[in-house]
């Protein structure tokens, strides 16, 4: 019902600011909630930020607020996650997600994109 789509993942050096995105098509408004997760290898994926479609609310994880931004473009059916500052730390595979309810908890995406890599040197 829903597709996503991401881009933008790069190898860049420790300070930098890529921006990803997550295209969606189908029935996209079935789904209320855009969120980001990633995964480092040997580490479960966490949650990382979300959006409402609908007032824009936003959550971010302890570990990217003031850092990450996400955003969104409805005309687009786009999310975006403004990276800057980037640590090594934030090394990991990001996925774009989809949810009809929840924000911060896993079990209520039921959409996923494939992910795409960022990478961060020292």
């Known amino acids: 019902q829903v597709q996503l789509v991401e881009s933008g993942g790069e190898a860049v050096q420790a300070g930098g600011s890529p921006r990803l995105s997550c295209a969606a098509s189908g029935r996209t408004f079935s789904r209320n909630v855009m969120g980001w997760f990633r995964q480092a290898p040997g580490k479960e994926r966490e949650f990382v930020a979300a959006?409402?479609?609908?007032?824009?609310?936003?959550y971010y994880a302890d570990s990217v607020k003031g850092r990450f931004t996400i955003s969104r473009d409805n005309a687009k059916n786009t999310v975006y996650l403004q990276m800057n500052s980037l640590k090594p730390e934030d090394t990991a595979h990001y996925y774009c997600?989809?949810?009809?309810?929840?924000?911060?908890?896993?079990?209520?995406?039921?959409?996923w994109g494939q992910g795409t890599q960022v990478t961060v040197s020292s």
């Open positions: 959006i409402s479609r609908s007032d824009g609310r936003t």
């Open positions: 997600a989809a949810s009809s309810y929840t924000y911060t908890a896993s079990y209520g995406y039921d959409y």
